[in-house]
Every structure is written in C-alpha cells, then in structure tokens.
C-alpha cells in the first residue's frame, strides 16, 4: 500500500523549501520582543518615578498600551528589531551551550501597591492618562490586533 503513502499526515505534501512561513513567525517574534523590551523599559521608569520597588501587572498594561501608540510614531522600529536579532541569537547560543535552567524566585510580599506618578513628566503623564487614549484605540494592523487582545488579558 506504499502507493498511499501520500496520504499519511506531512509526507512530502510540505515543499521542502518554504522559508518563508519560518522568516515571518521569527520576524514576528522579533517584533514582539522589541516590543516587549521598550514595554519594560517604560514600566521601569514609571515605577522609579513613582518612587515604587517593582513593576506590578497595571505599570505592563499601561506600558504595554503606550508602547502601542509610540510604535506607530517611532522611526527605529527596524533599526531595533535587526539590533534585536543579533541579540535574540546570541542568547540563544549561549542558552545551547550551557543549557542550566535557573529557578527565579519571586518575592511577592515586599512588592509596593501600583499607584498613579505625582510627576508631571511627560512620561509620567502619558501612562497616568493612557486609558482615556486606549478607550479610542482602534487596531490598524493585525500585529496591534493581537497585541491589544494580550493587553487585554493581563490580570
Ligand atoms: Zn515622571
């Protein structure tokens, strides 16, 4: 019954040359964790304007909106994504070669409370207010789709 071979689930009906598929699922990676990473940097710097010790879940939401509306704006997307390749890669080597998975322990108790900036910094400002500018956000592409589903389901 060889002849139905074809038949049987991934046997040659895949073109053995579809890079393509692999460049946009590792493009989108990239993208998000430039996205990721200018988040967490703008959470950074609220929590220390705010004079607090940790980054709660609401400082990742409001980030995460703001970053939304500045990737729109931003010119160095691509600039910081090739950048972040090079970085994602060599992780990834180092991560091959000593392949020990370290246990990070949160330490819950001590976090401070998320509370609003006193600051009237421009970033400060934004993330006190993104939630009157994300109530008139409307996805433009399918990657601020996805994104804003993800934002949405913080907890
Ligand atoms: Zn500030």
Request: glycine share 2%; hydrophobic share 35%.
């Amino acid at each position: 019954m060889a002849e139905y071979n074809f038949m049987k689930s991934g046997a040659n009906l895949v073109k053995p040359n579809r890079p393509s598929k692999i460049d946009i699922e590792e493009e989108l990676k990239l993208i998000v964790v430039v996205f990721m990473d200018n988040a967490l940097q703008t959470a950074g710097k609220y929590v220390k304007h705010c004079k607090r010790n940790s980054i709660t879940s609401e400082d990742l939401r409001r980030s995460f909106m703001l970053e939304i509306f500045f990737r729109r704006i931003r010119k160095d997307n691509n600039v910081k994504r090739d950048k972040m390749r090079e970085i994602v890669k060599d992780i990834t080597d180092e991560e091959r070669e000593n392949e020990e998975v370290v246990d990070v322990e949160l330490e819950e108790e001590d976090e401070d409370a998320f509370c609003e900036s006193s600051c009237d910094c421009p970033l400060c400002v934004s993330m006190n207010n993104i939630y009157e500018k994300w109530e008139k956000f409307k996805p433009e592409n399918v990657l601020e789709r996805i994104l804003s589903k993800h934002i949405s389901n913080i907890k």
